[in-house]
């Protein structure tokens, strides 16, 4: 009954079974807008954070998922501005993982703060040394970009698209991406550092602070480099869900591969960077506070296999994978590098932020512990649920994907 | 962008001699007093109680009869030139007066992002993770103070080294027709309520002032100095183990500060139990 | 068709260009903003003019100068006074959170209350001053009329000498009762000591400040022993770098209390032998010719052997002491090394001004009598009597007696019957009160007798050290009487509640703080209007006699209890004293009268305005330093050897036999060991496989564990190991916890013969192996949510000895067990 | 954020910031603009032939 929405000559499953399969995501939804409600009438009580755990979950989350929704400004930078054709098949999903990602993080970031009705003080009454403002900035600024974006996508339903205005306006938008595409570079990359940099400037945390070029620590373009590493690899295995999901081919294997690619290169560039500033920070600023490199590690349960892991299991290990032709283009190798790249980046978001925090700098002071309420866990969770809401909801309205109708013939 | 401190014309700040605190916690509850701030039925959830003041408990390590505790009052440090929690606040509600090296919090410009408590190592930042309690016919709002606005929920607040009674004390001066402040005429709280003379407080810029002859004495220290925050807060110690709590020291790193306070350290015990 | 939907979407798209562009929008978004920073449910204090009332803290026997500063009528903060002699400037977090007493409307009566529901429920109903004074008045006037005054008890918890406490004792005596008991207090424990060893009835007075050698058996000195603001200011003073030379501090007691901690030495031994230690200074003191002959030879008694009238050889304290008190035999008791015994002892004969203090924690409870004796000793025999540092010999304050009062039959027979708790007694001839006895007078005997008590300035369910023993005895008397401002325990258990004021809103004096060296009276004034139906219960005496009968009311001539006061602080003004203090001239500093005392006023009214405004009157420390007729002991010497002793234990052993006397008195030593000071064993029937370990409570300053409650503001200041959530923690050495397979943390049922509570662990080097130590002051079941239900209450589990000689509890040995949960 | 809002300091740092948000905003701003108008245009049918 829907089918006057479903792009042509593309075979979308009933819609009692589409709706059966949103149910789940649904309900993840439902759970983080009670958590939410919570959170906004009760304050921020209801989650485990406290003076110690300053920053929690939620953080991590965000972290996260923007640096793997960096593939979408990425992909974009390559497709438009340096013109790599095979990845306009891609395009659309990545530009949608992106939104998903960004609006995500704007969403919880603005149920983090304590008070969300002054939100706008960021803005309003800013203070540009702060990372945290840049930050804000460019997360705005962009999700602006990402929308702009997305909004040809959304037009080019068939409905829709029957609207001539509608038509004409996609169209001329979609002529002049590459200059969207431009400033969403631009902005990307500096909030992406900032990100980074909110770290590396807390000079009084020994466990984060980093020394730096000019007002950027070393963190500042390890955060980019590292986004940029991995959104691809995200990218890639996002479409490969959905290929399984559908059980479609939806893509030219070319995309994927040059995505893999230039994945593998650049987590192999941040991996010997990350190394050198792991270095540094050990012979350079830990001495200087005082402390030794196992001292962080002492007490809790955080150990230094957090930084193995990090960067020798799930950093070169997955750079090798994507680097060596054969390996990336077997389907298996591929996924488990993809994901190996996108564990190592979420497990450096991590210790960054909870590790950062848990680990007392007053001699006198002590370890404390953290574990999520179900309120937490809830907005958490959420941002998938809505995540494949929205990639379903596009996939079957939407031409997302370019080629898919002439990679999958509908037989008559 | 890094402005100094030095050209500023006070820099108030507070001398802590641990040897004469007792750990009796009127400071704590004084501060508390003094500046409206909230106390929940239930204060043992330490990690979201608020305390401008805190007492830290700390201990030789040593076993019975040996072991020997001390104290740690730590207020807000207003650490000099570029505080950790100021640059990193997004909307401009924390901010150093240069003209009294006082830290201030503006708790309805604050949009409760916590990343200044994240960056501040001395804890001295709390969030006000509920309302404040003051259940209506209870009657315990009858002895808030007019002079410290109460905080909302979702706000942080911190010390303020009283900054209210610096206005006071000038109004009062102003109103005498002096433009200076005596030393003593403006003292935080804390200060003032200890019970043995351990806070000293005035201007650390006043050679006159006695907490800048204290802050020079071999005996004095601060917390966490390697971290180059340049807290105004200074202790007092001739006890080398207490002194060595105060920062991260790598082996054979500390040095004991003399001969004479290695003996007024010696503490003797006599074996019991 | 094409047409209206293009139109259609015009309009939308023109509508959202129009609001975003027109000023609506953002000026919601700055409304709403504005809105959170004047949210409605944030208290928003009233401003007004400011001034600050100078009063007196008596929260505890204390008395710290305090400044309240006021917001209109508002009080909004409490400061120390620099202007007081008491404490220059500071004061304890108790009094810094006084505000929180007076205005916590929950924790207090609004009025005079009938109880409706079952005794310890707190179900109230409100009646008129009127009704309640009559009620209790006819009560009074007919067990009068029965014959049977004595029926009536009082429990005052007022401090000692204090008019109110007159004032209490004087209605009972008026009324016909020799019940008058009081709340336990170290205080007890000094009269008697100081009597027995001086024959003086003065209170202790250490003159702290100018010694250079302080050696504390278990005086909390910074948990709040004495005058809390006094004490820690001294401390600060012995700590100045920049000050005099430092004076030494020596802390006696078993566990790392803060003293012990911030002490320059802390001696741990076992609890309950300080005597045994004290005599064993003395013993190394004697033998090194350490001591102070010419106070020995000349103004002392019993030091050497003797020979009394009847020609028969007594042992003096010399030989008792080279004898029985040697560093080895002593070492054994205490558990310390007989080398540091030594040397303790030289260091303090050797010390310029040396002095021995003695005290149990805050001193809210009683102590041991030859336990304080045998300290106070050593004070003797290094000659530091009357000397600056030393320990000071003062007359009680000079205040007035209140005029005889006028006696009927029924009083007579009344007076004439025994104490029910037998203070007095042959058995107890010393003690002035014993609170237990009448407990357990009450609990075993079949009808109480004790008709009606009341029970002012205390919260002895709470308080008292007795397993929970007078909580039963109040459940049997028939009519309970509370005088308490606070719905505290005790009040929650009578039938009848008349509340006070609290301290702000009452004028009542402080008479010579615990401890203080030189004579000084304490007045403090309402700081802000009563904020309830309350009234004084000094007043409320007065008026209650004038309904009781004409004889009570002839005993009580005063309109009011300002007459009252007046009345007693006529003996202040014969005897002349300073009533304003400047802090550049402190009272222990001793300029030979040299220190101002020329007084400015001239008559009596004036100087009692004065007191009023000031709220202080106070004689500098006296100057003289001689020991010519000081004592007033029966041959007016400093008595090693006690004859007031002799002749009570002859007298009892009079009318039973010698053994019999001893055993009923608590003393297991015999001959002339007896009047002496010596180390009595803590006695105890309790079978110690079942309860190997002991429990002592500890007290901290930070929390009150008095009749007064803790402001809500102290729960801030204690550590989250010794209170989590419900749970109090008990400290124990990690030794004794691995014994016991215990770990920090573990939930155990601490049991004792007394009965059984409920609490955390927490593992601490600083606590004794083998004691288990509990703090005082959670545990409450009356209050708000604030403080009921916080942890538990050591008092319910302690099962108290008799301290020899003076029949007080012992109430820092139980024997316990430890189970984990 | 504002010239006129009292935060605002003729600081490098603060002209380095808001100048490139700024131009960032102003590219978006333009872009959009253009867009639409161009599409209004075509819509009305002056200028531009509908390209389709």
Known sequence: MDSVLIPAGVKRCS?????????????????????????????????????????????????????????????????????????????????????????????????????????????????????????????????????????????????????????????????????????????????????????????????????????????????????????????????????????????????????????????????????????????????????????????????????????????????????????????????????????????????????????????????????????????????????????????????????????????? | MKKGHDQGKHKYGMVIDLDKCTGCGTCMVACAAENNVSVRPDESDKQRSIAWMLLYKIDNGKEFPDTETSYFPRPCMHCDDNPPCVSVCPATATKIDYNTGIVSQIYTRCIGCRYCIAACPYHARTFNWWDGYFPKGKGLDRYLSPEVSPRMRGVVEKCSFCHHRLMRAKDQAYAEGRKELKEGEYITACAEACPAQAISFGDLNNPGHKVSRLSKSPFAFRILEKLGTNPKVYYLSTKDWVRKMADNYLPGEFKPVSKASASADKKTTLQGG | MELSRRNFIKFVAGGAAGTALSPLPWKLTDDIAIWTQNWPWVPDPSTGEFTNVNSVCNLCPGGCGISVRKVDTRAVKIDGRTDYPVNPGGICPLGMGGLQLLYNKTIRYPGPMRRIGPKGKGEFVMITWDEALDILAKRISNLRKKGMPEAVAAVDGNQRMSTMSVMVERLLTSVGSPNYVTTPSIDDTYLISNLLLQGTDGPMSYDLENADYVL?????????????????????????????????????????????????????????????????????????????SRFINNFSFGFENWTSADGKDHVGFKSMVLDKYSPDQVAKITGLNPEDIVSLAKDFARAKAPIAIYGKGKDDLDGGVYECMAVHILNALVGNINKPGGVLINDPLPLSRLPEIKQDAIFKQGLGKPR???????????????????????????????????????????????????KEALEKIPFVISFSPFRDETSYMADLVLPDHTYLEKMVDVVWPTGLQYPFYGLSKPVVEPLYNTRNSGDVIIELSKRIDSTVQSAFPWENFEGVLKARAKGLFKAGGLVTYDNMNPAWERKKYGNGSKHNYTSFEEMWTK????????????????????????????????????????????????????????????????????????????????????????EMINLASGWIPSPPFLYKTIFDNQLKGDLSFAAVNPKTATEYGLKQGDRVIIKSPAGEVEAGLSLSDGAMPGIVYLPLGFGHTAYDEFLRGKGVNPNEIIDAEKDPLSGHSVWWNTHVNLVRI | MLPFCFEWLWGIDHIIFFGLLYLALVIIGLGLTFVGIKTFLQVVGILWEKDM
């Open chain 1, 15 to 412: 819609l009692k079974l589409f709706l059966l399969w949103t149910l789940p995501w649904l309900g993840l939804l439902a759970w983080g807008a009670l958590s939410a409600f919570l959170c906004l009438w009760k304050g921020l009580n209801q989650t485990n954070m406290t003076n110690y755990f300053a920053f929690a979950v939620w953080i991590v989350f965000d972290l996260s998922v923007i640096a793997l929704g960096a593939g979408a400004f990425f992909t974009g930078f390559l497709t438009y501005i340096i013109g790599k054709k095979e990845l306009k098949d891609i395009i659309n999903i990545a530009v949608i993982i992106g939104f998903i990602c960004y609006s995500g993080a704007v969403a919880m970031l603005g149920i983090d703060i304590g008070q969300p009705i002054r939100g706008w003080f960021i803005f309003w009454h800013a203070n540009v040394h702060s990372m945290l403002t840049e930050v804000s900035f460019c997360i705005t600024c962009y999700l602006v970009v990402l929308i702009i974006e997305y909004v040809p996508i959304i037009l080019a339903n068939r409905k829709l698209d029957e609207v001539p205005d509608f038509h004409l306006f996609g169209n001329n938008l979609h002529r002049i991406m590459a200059v969207f595409a431009a400033t969403g570079v631009f902005l990307s990359f500096f909030h992406q550092g900032s990100l980074g940099g909110m770290y590396g400037v807390m000079y009084a945390r020994p466990f984060a602070f980093r020394e730096g070029f000019y007002v950027w620590p070393w963190t500042f373009f390890l955060f980019i480099l590292s986004a940029i590493a991995s959104g691809p690899s995200f990218l890639i295995l996002c479409t490969k869900l959905v290929q399984g999901i559908t059980r479609k081919k939806l893509v030219p294997e070319k995309a994927f591969q040059t995505l893999a690619k230039i994945s593998g290169w650049l987590l192999a560039s941040y991996m010997i960077l990350k190394i050198a500033d792991t270095l540094g920070w050990i012979y350079g600023v830990i001495p200087k506070a005082g402390m030794t490199f196992m001292d962080f590690f002492s007490e809790g349960p955080y150990g230094v296999w957090l930084l193995i892991c990090e960067i020798i299991i799930f950093g070169i290990i997955p750079a090798v994978i994507l680097l060596i032709p054969k390996a990336r283009q077997h389907q298996g190798w591929l996924i488990t590098g993809c994901l190996m790249n996108c564990t190592g980046i979420v497990l450096n978001r991590f210790v960054l932020t909870i590790v950062t925090l848990a680990i007392p700098v007053m001699p006198f002071d002590k370890f404390v512990s953290y574990l999520p309420t179900w309120q937490e866990w809830g907005i958490s969770l959420a941002l998938i649920g809505f995540g494949v809401l929205v990639v379903s909801l596009s996939y079957r309205y939407l031409p997302v994907f370019p080629k898919e109708a002439e990679l999958n013939p509908v037989a008559e």
């Open chain 3, 611 to 698: 007191i009023k405004a000031g709220g202080l009157w106070y004689q500098p420390v006296h100057g003289f330093d001689g020991w010519e007729g000081l004592f007033k002991t029966p041959d007016r010497k400093f008595e090693f050897f006690s004859k007031r002793v002799q002749l009570a234990v002859d007298e009892y052993a009079g009318k039973t036999t010698y053994k019999t006397a001893l055993k009923n008195m608590g003393i297991t030593v015999t001959g002339d060991q007896v009047c002496m000071p010596h180390y009595e064993a803590v006695s105890s029937d309790v079978n110690m496989s079942a309860y190997p370990l002991r429990m002592m409570p500890y």
């Open chain 3, 216 to 292: 504390s058996f278990g005086c909390g000195l910074l948990e709040g022993w004495g005058a809390p603001g006094r004490v820690m200011n001294a401390w600060g003073l012995w700590h100045d770098s920049a000050g005099k030379t430092r004076a030494k501090i020596v802390q006696v007691e078993s566990r790392a209390s803060n003293t012990a901690s911030k002490a320059d030495r802390w001696v741990a031994s076992r609890p309950g032998t300080d005597a045994a230690l004290a005599l064993g200074l003395a013993h190394v003191i004697i033998k090194n010719g350490l001591y102070n």
């Open chain 3, 420 to 470: 029910i708790d037998q203070a007095g007694s042959l058995q107890y001839p010393f003690a002035g009160s014993l609170i237990n006895n009448l407990t357990n007078k009450i609990i075993k005997s079949p009808k109480s007798p004790v008709d009606t008590i009341l029970i002012f300035s205390a919260n002895p369910v709470y308080t008292l050290p007795d397993g929970g023993a007078f």
